[in-house]
């Protein structure tokens, strides 16, 4: 189904309409396979606390009995949550691996690509709480500013079920932005906002809540590059601009990404922790790299030495990065969440990569001879480039001239072809997911039968000389994939709480007395005071002798309405316009004074609870911490698995959070190790 503006009459799942249609760029009823699987992970993340919940009680409740009976009862449902937790955290793993849903469904030939599902939140009730700040800090009643606040909740509530498409990158940036905005609003350093943003583990589906802005920020930055690689995957590769349109998105959502790891260095989440992260932006880079070669052979490649020798060196560049993607997924503690389809994938990628660079070598090779008329120091050069160092350490003019020795490195090069080939169908067919790779497969096989035809065109039966192994192909691009950071996440937005006034003054983090009123007269044509500055003006040059000093009016106080009007938007020339023809009975104005903000008490702790993680505290709890002076001399333990939870917990809680691993044996993973799960902490307060 196409994902365009419906008309809504407030759909019962809580659409969020905007003049009677849903706001562009979200369309939350649209029955799309991915908006099916995204549905699933909303429920899967449900399952998931409530199974945490029973363990963490369970936990709690064996620690306090010393009844035999009791603790057996209680031992039964430690096992029967955690093989539940086992089982839903296998159920999310399919719905990661669930790649064939964001395809193209016309680019029924092309290899497929791998996205990123979206980060599921909880809803957030932002109107108690702002109304009250705003009454408190900004002095003005918060119901004036119902309209902002519901506006802000539908719009967060519209990123949750974005289009995939530029509209639905453009409402996540606009509440990216507007996020800046808030915080400087509403979030002090010195005190609590009480307003707890929940998001869920895109991995593990355990959630992370937290009462400061960066955990919201870094998610949304996270979803913006996860709906990037969703628009990605959906592009019709067989089109040179559909393969535009990926390569763009890929490397955008690479940018995004590293933007993220970049700027939220202790996000909690591990989804968005430094290791994993930097993994994800080597995937992002080489599924980029794999759509420009791709857009290189769009039109076929030409059966040319020069041409079969580019791409070799080409496809060699896409099985490196595939190959480092791979690596990077081995190592502890990513293994141990990343799907093992997405590790399947990157490795069988590799080969057939490898493979093709090997092919197109031995195309090269066999097919075509030195002939007089052709320039041998060109051909000389390109062949030199292929290899560091040439087979047999022969001269690369030598091979060229002859005819036999051709045609054994060229064989070498087709048996290595072969080889990658057979070795990647292994692999496929070892993944548990077979199904969802049909389409690779059957390029697998393609690509091999290939080869294995022109292994038979070539061979002769009189021949039996040993064949050599043919040298790698050292890897080569024109045109390499690289970061690029969107402009969308650095554009400036209107701010929706603009009606409070310039956020230079009017902040979270600056104090200032109650507005007050102050009599205005003219006495000889004079007012008594000059005013400076951009919006608000500023008062200076004050006579203490005029009627508005002894009312009141101090040196410096910013001047925030004339009569009925608000002005603290107005600048000089303005103001004076609504003062130039005050008469003799005079005006009302309302002033502010500003004041020291050095005296403010130090900020208190901004705990982060992760569902049934320990307790972790943000870095602004780790800078103030009364029981510690000395945080590097901190003692951080190491969480045990959910699979030690019949021994007694002695450890503290830690400071950072890491999910617990098992070591890397270096060999294929065919049975993926069990999930694991932290010890849970008990706070029936947070939920």
């Known amino acids: 189904m196409t994902e365009a503006i419906i008309p809504n009459g407030r759909s019962p799942s809580g659409g969020v309409a905007e003049n009677g249609y849903f706001k562009k760029g979200c369309n939350p009823l649209a029955q799309t396979g991915r908006s099916k699987l995204q549905n699933q992970r909303v429920t899967l993340n449900q399952q998931i606390i409530k199974q945490m919940r029973m363990r963490a009680g369970a936990e709690n409740l064996l620690k306090a009995t010393s009844n035999n009976k009791v603790r057996d009862m209680v031992m039964v449902e430690l096992s029967y949550a955690n093989s539940n937790l086992q089982r839903l955290m296998e159920q999310l793993e399919g719905l990661n691996s669930s790649v064939e849903v964001y395809q193209n469904v016309q680019s029924s030939a092309t290899i497929p690509l791998i996205p990123l599902g979206l980060k599921e939140t909880k809803d957030v009730d932002f109107s108690v709480l702002f109304k009250d700040f705003i009454l408190e800090h900004y002095s003005e ?34 509440y990216f932005n507007q996020l800046s905005l808030l915080e400087s609003r509403f979030f002090s350093p010195n005190r609590q906002m009480g307003i707890f943003f929940t998001w869920y583990d895109s991995f593990t589906g355990v959630p992370v809540c937290q009462q400061n802005m960066s955990l919201e920020k870094a998610s949304m930055l996270f979803n913006i590059a996860a709906l990037y690689t969703q628009i990605g995957t959906r592009s019709d590769r067989q089109t040179r601009s559909g393969l535009e349109e990926a390569i763009a998105a890929f490397q955008r959502s690479a940018g995004v990404l590293h933007h993220l790891k970049e700027t939220f260095t202790h996000t909690p989440s591990y989804d968005m922790s430094p290791a994993m992260l930097s993994m994800l932006i080597k995937m992002m880079l080489a599924q980029a790299q794999e759509c420009l070669f791709e857009k290189l052979a769009l039109l076929g490649i030409r059966n040319e030495l020069f041409c079969l020798f580019r791409m070799a060196q080409e496809a060699a560049k896409v099985g490196e990065m595939y190959d480092q993607v791979h690596q990077s997924m081995i190592q502890t503690p990513i293994k141990d969440n990343v799907p093992f389809f997405w590790s399947t994938m990157a490795q069988v990628k590799n080969h057939h990569y490898r493979s093709l660079a090997h092919y197109f070598v031995s195309t090269a090779l066999l097919d075509h001879q030195l002939n007089p008329s052709d320039d041998e120091d060109k051909q000389e050069k390109a062949l030199s480039q292929l290899y560091d160092a040439m087979p047999d350490g022969r001269s690369p003019l030598d091979v060229l001239r002859r005819k036999d020795e ?17 070795e990647a169908l292994r692999i496929q067919g070892l993944c548990r997911d077979r199904r969802k790779l049909t389409v690779l497969q059957d390029i697998l096989q393609a690509s091999h039968k290939r080869s294995l035809a022109k292994f038979e065109e070539n061979n002769k039966e009189d021949e039996f000389t040993d064949y050599m192994e043919a040298p790698d192909i050292i890897s080569k691009t024109e045109q390499k994939a690289e970061l690029e950071v969107p402009a969308s996440i650095k554009v400036k937005v209107k701010d929706l709480f603009h009606r409070l006034g310039p956020l230079s003054v009017f902040s979270a983090k600056q104090r200032w007395t109650a507005p007050r009123t102050v009599r205005l007269k003219v006495e000889d044509r004079d007012l008594g005071f000059t005013l400076k500055g951009d919006a608000p003006v500023q008062i200076q040059s004050l006579d203490p002798l005029c009627h508005a000093a002894a009312d009141g009016l101090k040196e410096g106080d910013y001047l925030v309405a004339v009569g009925d009007a608000d002005c603290k938007w107005m600048g000089v020339s303005d103001v004076m316009k609504l003062l130039k023809d005050v008469d003799e009975e005079g005006i009302d104005i309302q002033v502010v004074s500003m004041l020291d903000s050095s005296s403010q008490p130090m900020p208190a702790k901004s705990a982060t609870y992760s569902g049934g993680l320990p307790k972790t505290y943000s870095m602004i709890c780790l800078a103030f911490n009364d029981d510690d002076k000395h945080p590097k001399a901190r003692h951080v333990t190491k969480k045990l698995s959910f699979l030690s939870w019949g021994m007694k917990n002695k450890h503290k809680s830690a400071s950072t959070l890491s999910l617990p691993t098992t070591d890397y044996n270096g060999a294929l993973p065919i049975h993926k190790p069990c999930p694991t799960f932290p010890s849970s902490y008990n706070d029936s307060s947070l939920y």
């Open 141 to 174: 009643d918060g119901a004036n500013y119902q309209e902002e606040i519901d506006d802000l909740m539908d719009l967060r509530k519209a990123c949750r079920t974005p289009s995939r498409n530029d509209a639905g990158i453009e409402l996540l940036a606009n």
């Open 406 to 422: 051709r045609h054994r490195i060229g064989k070498a090069h087709l048996q290595r072809a072969i080889n990658g080939q057979e």
